[in-house]
């Protein structure tokens, strides 16, 4: 599926504001971008966009939705209830 940039728009509702966010995380996670981004980005920047980033993983995210979604193991289990 083509993502389409056009309608990425926030404020509204709060439907489209997720849409908007899933799209908006999908172009932003394309590799050019990603390293190019990356690659400008001061050390400082870097640990203030992880620390928050991670945060709101840690927030919204079971640890084996963490491992399964976000690191793409799918051989991590927890017994904790999710």
């Given at each position: ?14 439907e489209l504001d ?12 394309q590799e050019e ?7 400008r980005l001061s ?40």
């Amino acid at each position: 599926m083509k993502l389409d940039a056009s309608k990425i728009c926030f404020g509204l509702t709060e439907e489209l504001d997720r849409q908007s966010l899933a799209t908006f995380l999908q172009l932003g996670g394309q590799e050019e971008l990603a390293k190019l981004l990356a690659s400008r980005l001061s050390s400082e920047e870097i640990i203030r966009f992880v620390d928050h980033f991670m945060d709101l993983l840690r927030s919204h995210l079971s640890e084996n939705e963490y491992h399964g979604l976000f690191l793409g193991d799918t051989h991590h289990h927890h017994d904790d209830k999710e």
